[in-house]
């Protein structure tokens, strides 16, 4: 979440637009394509060893699905895009993988560009991480690219090679709809996460409120503020989407959009709530802390205020003066004794009256 | 009011959707079918023991209304829709009790989510919980699915079943509007507790402030969060209902859709009215604060600084050294305390001046 | 401005809608009605004794305006409501007095509900208080609804009486648009008193801010959310207004609308000003509150950092010790001293750096 | 500034619109009214002595442009808006000097208000006042109303008098713009004097802040509220003007609507970025005078917790009690001194650690 | 980033539009022309020596690009502005280097403003400048004036000059799109300057954050302001880019138009989670500070609050009173010892039970 990452195609500053190179993380990981191809007769799964294999898709009559993990090998990905005919800022956007989530209609093709976020296993702490998925849905194909492997895609593969479920019966539309549907079904986990964590901090604050539960909190409104900057571009990508009634998405899956954006909409009104709270949360805290101090401030005060005088009296008899007549006097410890006693009382109900005690 | 709750779809997450799967809190009760027809000659009222009773529904030339307690057993869901012809994604919906207020029109009937809010009875305070209720408004047929038994329809069903009031008089949407809009006129209670709450901790922050008045306060307020989640997608809901003219809702009911419009745009209201109120709240209570703290500094202050140079005095005079001519001279004594006097009486003066005092 | 007032049809619930009952301030009065006719030529006005006298209105050729003041007795409403056909709703909403300000077309007529606020006269301060005005413009009439007697419409009835003004020569909606007005000008005078009371918490929190000053600037915080809450729908109203162009409004009116607008949005624009002007004095009051604090503790702070080492020094040899050498050194005593002196000097120098004194 | 002056059309509450009575601040000056005729190839600048002059024009076959400075003799608005058929509702918004900026097409004739703003001349300090320009432009006149003498229009007067410049070739509605595009250049230079304040309230702020820093700085605050206030109808203003292409508006002139647009935007953003400058510099300060409080505070604690222990112990021996054993011993002097001394290096150590020195 | 510069056309004040006047800093560089001029087959870069020279552009069947670094010389614009037929207007705005981003639709040509920004090198501190960029589109010709040399246009014209990359192409519509989006690009260089830094700002302020830590985040604060003030009107001009669809933008740049919308809409975005940011640490600060304060005074609290009332007994025992009985009893001295430590024990147990220690 360093915000450098935020930073997008800077390095590409000054080149035309058009020229294609890897901008995101390095990675030395082999790109792994895989071919999945269904209709409601068949299926199967190949794992592509040649970039020239790609050449025998899509495959007619059936819906043609390429995921590709890992875009850090520019020329993979121009290989596939020109095969598939992709505009050349389709290839530079999946690249260069700080875009926002966007729709794009290229008429032949529309071009998703989603982000995949995620929990970051090992480290000190669980850190949001990011990727950037590429969905490009055609007549009968969509190809996917990921940054890295392993992915929530995994379950849909595995219910088109069982062959199981409503989607070997529809379309790529259908397709490209449930890969989007699943990175933000994710989103619910994290939040789900967040929430628990959130739960706990607000425990934790009743019960021992310390300066860690204050940094927690404020790491937690980071990562809010990033989820945001992930979640909000999807409403205009949900419009897009929607408004995009041309030959490529059919009538059918018009209740699977608005299902979707349905989707879309409570993951950023759970986020927004969430802010909320960790505000109110936040403010919570500091007015706690700040009646807190107040409080030891008073008991401060009111013992101060009660012996500072007292003591001042037995300096002042405390005195070494060869001339202090009343010293003398055995009224003197008495009446020094009662005095003090009769300063305390007035005190003591002057603090009652001022509600301090 | 768990953050936890926020979250919907997670344990479906993977799934296709189209999976039917109960996914609220579980739930042991018997599921509760109750069958209500009439038209303005005749009322009837039945409670379903059977699930294949449903066949029998609607009946020709009346209004039916399938009111069904329970929704955490996914098989009757599913009789039910099957039978009414209802749409996988509605069924799915209908089940998965975390789904945003809305309105969608599926051509043949149009499906209602809206959120019942009520205070929880028992516990060691109330709390805000929420129910899900789904209502399919169908040509001349209604079927509301709530979560529990007991609601807020209550006093609907007892008028049909005595034939009063208009309702029997008028068509299905008359009837699915008069249900949404007990609902929210439930919402009206709920504030009026709010505000009640509100009222009392204003009182008790201008007669004994304490801690506890500041952790309520910001209890209200995240109520008020919880209630505005549930209650601002209506907005939506509302205008798309307004808008769906088709043969199911006739012109007759615009009116009553207007005056629902408007409690909902009430309701709204008066919650953004209660945040704005509770802010103030907060910020006049650590203003209060704050300028109570300057107080019981000052008095510090001014105690401390009247006192401690006296008290260096006395303990001046109070050292034991063998040389300190002054101390054998018989006016040193008159000396130090007019000098005292004449130190106390320029401070109080410089503090008058400063307005501390 | 209790927040119950704030809350609507509660008691309603559960009861159809239509079903009349008034929901506001229990109310004793006698209901008045009177009867306003005139035209270009003639004048006349009228106080209702029995009900039944409504039946001879409308006048044909003349303009007719009813006015009723207090709303308490449904049965007055339904009988007028039914004589002039209006629909159960708007009866319902003339009764139940906590409506939204809103403008509803009905074809035959159009209903207006608008808010008359006022300082209420008596009572330890000057409180803002509620009422509801419901004006009904049909093609020759109009009807007014007042909560209670006495209103600013009394100058605009004086006018018809003595057929002076311009409203004489026209018709029902001129009438309409004029009552209209006249309880949005009677807000500039709301806004004036709340202007006097702004500047003279302004011009008091630079003489001897206190915390009254705080609390009655929260009062007026608390007020202006009160009368945005009643001002900002009528944003809403009049855009309604100024769309409905139908019959029974002509096109004569058109600036005057235009005109009233105008003077709602300003009044919308002063609430806002004001509540951005009273946000920014209390930032300052704690802000200088926060200052006077900070210059406190530095007294405080100089004066213990200068005297408490002192009094160290002397509570140091104040000792009683047997075997103390220096106590008999005839140096001692101009060492202490010099030594003192030397202290509060550099510690006077180091304040100094520190801009503390 | 005063919040009364921002109040409108109080006094002539419940009086009909369309009474013409002068609102704003009582004037003895002669209203001056000026008549400006040119065309293409001569101009005429004529003072009106008596208000009869007035039927002379407009000229056929060039622009005439009437002047009047001063609004405070309603008889004078009357006599001029009858002789050019203005509304009875422009007269009396002319007269009323608190309106909002607006445009308002009256067919024959658009109505612009506008506020000019400036800095009064003299008194302890620089106040801005603002003061209502009204506009009229009519086929081939211009009329402008303005408070007082004295205004921006100078420039313009001499350049039509000499002939210079572009608006001698141009019609009516290019004189129109030039008015109101005079006035909001003006804002310009209030947004100067501003910006100058501004920035030598945070050099000042670096250098030496103090309480009146701060109170400059809200009052900066105020005077921002005050402009955007008079400044942002002025962006509903431009977008009428532009819409209006009637007869009036030729063609030509779109190019400078655009340009006008354009500065008011300018005017309005850079009061925005003012806004946000100010919050900044107030939360600065404020967290800069918490920043010192703290350190301010940390002093005091040292020495206090480094010396009260120590004065202690002091104490303790400086007791006068007969039997207290070690004082006759002659190692619990340097016992002392050493556990004193031991004492302070552990505390400070201990204040090292948690970074307090 | 002196707000003096925000500023425009103040100088201009009371001016006729039209008069070309330059109002930017004074500049005694030498204006630099250069002609680029190029199409498929061919390329030239041509730097004009004089002024006459212009006429020989644009070429017949080539893209003609005008570049011009400085604009304080408005002979030279004027010049330029005649010879392509440029709008008075125009060249105003190209002088008056203060304008708003947009973009005008002329007919014959497309006039943009663009803010470029920079880092200032050399001075104590890199700090944000802006220079605005002028471009105009013409049929076949680019026009760019820009304030000083050296700029982000170097790689474009290096490219064009080799002959290398799509830009040789295609129209002078591309060029102009590839001048915007360079500008654009490098915002994300100086966004990539701001993150690092408010990555290191975060990093400091966990390690060591103190006074000066505040005032880099708050002058981040402001250039972010800065930013965004130059960067948000962007957003309108690219809309109307967009929309312009006439004869001078070709259907074939309508993606790239969108991968420039996308970019700004990424600029935006990320100034905006900049601000979150910053705003989030500022706030984490200040209460890290309110925290710690409280610490701290809990210790000064601690401290005095167990010996003031221990240096009372001392004293009390110390006074030199001749009538003190107890003074000569033997178990005075452990009896004060045993009640000084009871004292501190209970005081300890109080402190814990409050978790003050």
Known sequence: MENKEVISNVSKEGLAPGTLLYTGTPNS???????ITYNGEESSVVELRTLSQIANYPLEGQVTWINVDGVHQPEIVEAIGNHFGLHQLVMEDILNTRQRPKAED????IYFVIRMLDFEKGGKEDELTREQVSIILGKNFVISFQEKTGDVFDKIRARIRERKG????????????????????HYFRILEV????????????????????????????????????????????????TRLQNSLISQDIAVYLRDFTD???RVIETVETYRDTTSSMVDLYLSTTSIKMNEVIKVLTVISTIFIPLT?????????LDFMPEVHSQWTYPGVIVAMAVMVVLQLIWFRKKRWI
Not at 106 to 109: D, K, L, Q
């Open 29 to 35: 990981d082999k790109v792994k394509i895989t071919a």
């Open 263 to 265: 989707h879309v909409m």
């Open 312 to 320: 001042f009296i037995t300096g002042f008899y405390g005195m070494n």
């Open 106 to 109: 290229y008429g032949e093709y």
């Open 194 to 241: 967040m929430g628990q964590k959130i739960d706990e901090m607000e425990a934790e604050m009743i019960r021992n409120p310390g300066n860690d539960t204050l940094q927690e909190i404020f790491s937690i409104k980071r990562e809010l503020i990033f989820l945001r900057e992930s979640v909000s571009p999807l409403r205009e990508t949900v419009s897009t989407f």
């Open 166 to 185: 409503r989607e070997v019966k529809m379309g790529a539309d259908y397709l490209a709809y449930l890969l989007l549907d699943s990175v933000v079904d």
